[in-house]
């Protein structure tokens, strides 16, 4: 996992020394991605840019590489890990290409020689890559289907910059901070979420998951590789069972090849446990050592949790029970609550933009610790999505919302902004235009009963949308710390079949999760079969309310806090004077409550006080 930027120069405006000194600056804001090595390519048109997480092959993935093929030069700077990449090597090498190392770099570069723009419909993995075609001129942009791996984009005077991570633009002349109307409803109407393709910076731009750019100094077309197609499922559901658990225990196995130390993360919930399972197996099989596990928890959490719809257990003893019947190395990471507050600002510098508060500094701390005894970690993200397991899948105010059924409270959302911002901007009218032109992307065939549909909308946004901010969270937070999280359920062959599974399948016995259940009985214990879904664990730790609402407090109290423009302030005091009851229903998804609304709100102060965004109202 690494870090790639780059920009064209078409026009030739700059010096090739003053374009360098560019290149480096960017590529040095990214350091923390890629904090092992780093590398340039820079020709007349193009430069460059990686950073390097060294996670397989050391010696042969270097990059960006070069690759030089019947005349032409070719330039690959690509962030990521190709899970079928022995199978397209051997395709490759039946091709007559040969091969010096063993990275799966190589094979892309190779593989793009080979299949051109087609590559992307042979790849398996997580990726963001950009590939220079010297004799065409033209630079190649392609990111996986889910979105894994970031990658962000700017179009300044007819010339393409890119970038991981947006701060490496800022560095690039011409790119400033400046926010604008679609940014304060980004932030604010669909935040911590964001609309794919959109960032919160006015003309910077994210490559859309499963999309490509073909760019060069005549045109940039713009398309995607991959879409869900809906169509009648076949299969009974004896088959169904099968399938899914052979496409999802091939994800693992694939997912576990590495050259550093690698764990899982175990939350004693289904998701985590069943991974963990199966790579204690797998790598038992290979005669490697104990696979190691890593939880997370806080100072005091077994005295000051309460149980909730939202979180009905905490995952101690769960944790304990598979961690003991698999025989891992597990330990437990134990954070304090002062730090979940003082990394708000590192958590909000690692996704450039506020996020899901300490929800986000948590894990940021988690990675640090884990860091300390491996590089590669395979998480249980992406399986409520995928398999419904979420509350809003079976809640009928949710179902009946008409909007995101992750933040159903719109007037809330509308009432925190100052009368000045209120005037120009009308989030409900923000929010249900996104909200249309995504179920205006779904395809329903005729097959469809009335549940299916309205279950294939919910799927569909929660994939695209919500799936999408943890995806952001893991990666920025891991890379953040030099680490890869790596998604087993994010493989798009396992989202593909269970597209078509009809809800009563996948549901089964009207369990969330119902059908991944019935899959694992007999293989996890029960207890981990049938626990309820319970969410990536926050803190409960009263010292924690207590410190954001006094950060809160003082951005409030200070004039010149530049949040005060945009926010109602008397309504600010009412949630600090509330300590954030005043919000009922989660802010977002199922943890983001008072407390981390409070905090959310001093990210925001903390974006506009280092990022300096131009309020371009």
């Given at each position: 996992?690494?870090?790639?930027?780059?920009?064209?120069?078409?026009?030739?405006?700059?010096?090739?020394?003053?374009?360098?000194?560019?290149?480096?600056?960017?590529?040095?804001?990214?350091?923390?991605?890629?904090?092992?090595?780093?590398?340039?390519?820079?020709?007349?048109?193009?430069?460059?840019?990686?950073?390097?997480?060294?996670?397989?092959?050391?010696?042969?993935?270097?990059?960006?590489?070069?690759?030089?093929?019947?005349?032409?030069?070719?330039?690959?700077?690509?962030?990521?890990?190709?899970?079928?990449?022995?199978?397209?090597?051997?395709?490759?090498?039946?091709?007559?290409?040969?091969?010096?190392?063993?990275?799966?770099?190589?094979?892309?570069?190779?593989?793009?020689?080979?299949?051109?723009?087609?590559?992307?419909?042979?790849?398996?993995?997580?990726?963001?890559?950009?590939?220079?075609?010297?004799?065409?001129?033209?630079?190649?942009?392609?990111?996986?289907?889910?979105?894994?791996?970031?990658?962000?984009?700017?179009?300044?005077?007819?010339?393409?910059?890119?970038?991981?991570?947006?701060?490496?633009?800022?560095?690039?002349?011409?790119?400033?901070?400046?926010?604008?109307?679609?940014?304060?409803?980004?932030?604010?109407?669909?935040?911590?979420?964001?609309?794919?393709?959109?960032?919160?910076?006015?003309?910077?731009?994210?490559?859309?998951?499963?999309?490509?750019?073909?760019?060069?100094?005549?045109?940039?077309?713009?398309?995607?590789?991959?879409?869900?197609?809906?169509?009648?499922?076949?299969?009974?559901?004896?088959?169904?069972?099968?399938?899914?658990?052979?496409?999802?225990?091939?994800?693992?196995?694939?997912?576990?090849?590495?050259?550093?130390?690698?764990?899982?993360?175990?939350?004693?919930?289904?998701?985590?446990?069943?991974?963990?399972?199966?790579?204690?197996?797998?790598?038992?099989?290979?005669?490697?050592?104990?696979?190691?596990?890593?939880?997370?928890?806080?100072?005091?959490?077994?005295?000051?949790?309460?149980?909730?719809?939202?979180?009905?257990?905490?995952?101690?003893?769960?944790?304990?029970?598979?961690?003991?019947?698999?025989?891992?190395?597990?330990?437990?990471?134990?954070?304090?609550?002062?730090?979940?507050?003082?990394?708000?600002?590192?958590?909000?510098?690692?996704?450039?933009?506020?996020?899901?508060?300490?929800?986000?500094?948590?894990?940021?701390?988690?990675?640090?610790?884990?860091?300390?005894?491996?590089?590669?970690?395979?998480?249980?993200?992406?399986?409520?999505?995928?398999?419904?397991?979420?509350?809003?899948?079976?809640?009928?105010?949710?179902?009946?919302?008409?909007t995101f059924p992750w933040s159903i409270n719109i007037?809330?959302?509308?009432?925190?902004?100052?009368?000045?911002?209120?005037?120009?901007?009308?989030?409900?009218?923000?929010?249900?235009?996104?909200?249309?032109?995504?179920?205006?992307?779904?395809?329903?065939?005729?097959?469809?009963?009335?549940?299916?549909?309205?279950?294939?909308?919910?799927?569909?946004?929660?994939?695209?949308?919500?799936?999408?901010?943890?995806?952001?969270?893991?990666?920025?937070?891991?890379?953040?710390s030099g680490m890869e999280l790596r998604v087993p359920?994010?493989?798009?062959?396992?989202?593909?079949?269970?597209?078509?599974?009809?809800?009563?399948?996948?549901?089964?016995?009207?369990?969330?999760?119902?059908?991944?259940?019935?899959?694992?009985?007999?293989?996890?214990?029960?207890?981990?079969?049938?626990?309820?879904?319970?969410?990536?664990?926050?803190?409960?730790?009263?010292?924690?309310?207590?410190?954001?609402?006094?950060?809160?407090?003082?951005?409030?109290?200070?004039?010149?806090?530049?949040?005060?423009?945009?926010?109602?302030?008397?309504?600010?005091?009412?949630?600090?004077?509330?300590?954030?009851?005043?919000?009922?229903?989660?802010?977002?998804?199922?943890?983001?409550?008072?407390?981390?609304?409070?905090?959310?709100?001093?990210?925001?102060?903390?974006?506009?006080?280092?990022?300096?965004?131009?309020?371009?109202?």
């Amino acid at each position: 996992m690494c870090g790639i930027v780059g920009f064209t120069d078409f026009n030739s405006v700059m010096r090739d020394e003053e374009s360098k000194e560019i290149l480096y600056s960017m590529n040095k804001k990214l350091t923390r991605r890629g904090p092992d090595e780093g590398g340039y390519y820079t020709s007349k048109k193009i430069f460059l840019g990686h950073k390097r997480l060294i996670v397989i092959d050391p010696i042969g993935g270097k990059q960006p590489m070069i690759y030089k093929y019947e005349g032409n030069t070719y330039a690959i700077t690509y962030n990521g890990q190709i899970y079928n990449s022995n199978e397209i090597r051997k395709s490759l090498i039946d091709k007559g290409f040969k091969f010096e190392g063993y990275s799966d770099t190589e094979v892309l570069i190779k593989a793009f020689v080979c299949y051109g723009y087609r590559v992307v419909n042979h790849l398996n993995g997580i990726f963001a890559f950009a590939i220079w075609n010297e004799k065409k001129e033209e630079l190649f942009l392609a990111r996986d289907h889910f979105g894994v791996k970031p990658l962000f984009y700017s179009m300044k005077n007819n010339e393409m910059v890119f970038a991981s991570e947006i701060k490496a633009l800022f560095e690039f002349p011409s790119i400033y901070p400046c926010v604008d109307e679609t940014g304060i409803s980004e932030l604010f109407g669909i935040g911590p979420c964001h609309s794919p393709g959109i960032t919160a910076f006015k003309d910077i731009y994210e490559l859309k998951p499963a999309s490509y750019i073909i760019f060069n100094k005549n045109y940039c077309i713009k398309d995607k590789y991959w879409r869900f197609e809906s169509k009648e499922h076949k299969d009974d559901f004896v088959e169904t069972c099968n399938k899914v658990e052979n496409i999802l225990t091939d994800s693992i196995k694939r997912q576990l090849i590495s050259d550093v130390p690698l764990c899982t993360f175990l939350s004693g919930g289904l998701d985590s446990s069943l991974i963990t399972m199966y790579a204690s197996k797998f790598m038992e099989k290979e005669g490697k050592d104990k696979l190691k596990t890593f939880s997370v928890d806080y100072v005091d959490n077994d005295k000051n949790f309460k149980e909730n719809e939202f979180q009905p257990n905490s995952d101690k003893d769960f944790i304990n029970l598979i961690s003991n019947k698999l025989n891992t190395n597990h330990r437990v990471i134990t954070l304090d609550t002062p730090e979940l507050a003082e990394f708000l600002n590192e958590a909000m510098i690692a996704r450039d933009v506020p996020g899901m508060a300490d929800i986000d500094s948590s894990l940021l701390l988690f990675c640090k610790h884990v860091k300390k005894e491996a590089t590669v970690a395979l998480t249980g993200e992406c399986a409520d999505e995928i398999f419904g397991g979420y509350p809003w899948f079976f809640r009928n105010d949710a179902l009946n919302s008409n909007t995101f059924p992750w933040s159903i409270n719109i007037e809330d959302r509308q009432n925190l902004l100052s009368q000045r911002i209120k005037n120009k901007i009308n989030l409900k009218d923000y929010i249900n235009n996104k909200y249309n032109e995504s179920l205006a992307e779904i395809e329903f065939n005729e097959f469809d009963t009335k549940e299916n549909i309205e279950k294939r909308k919910i799927s569909y946004l929660t994939q695209n949308w919500f799936m999408q901010t943890l995806l952001d969270r893991s990666d920025r937070m891991a890379m953040y710390s030099g680490m890869e999280l790596r998604v087993p359920f994010c493989d798009y062959r396992l989202a593909e079949y269970l597209w078509n599974i009809p809800w009563e399948m996948k549901a089964y016995k009207g369990r969330e999760k119902g059908l991944l259940r019935h899959i694992m009985k007999g293989k996890l214990p029960d207890e981990i079969v049938e626990r309820k879904k319970s969410p990536y664990p926050k803190t409960w730790n009263p010292s924690y309310l207590k410190k954001v609402k006094e950060m809160l407090a003082e951005i409030m109290k200070d004039e010149d806090a530049p949040i005060k423009i945009l926010l109602d302030e008397k309504v600010i005091w009412n949630l600090i004077d509330s300590e954030g009851n005043n919000y009922k229903r989660p802010w977002f998804g199922q943890l983001m409550t008072g407390p981390q609304l409070m905090a959310y709100l001093c990210q925001v102060n903390m974006w506009l006080e280092t990022y300096k965004p131009k309020i371009d109202i």
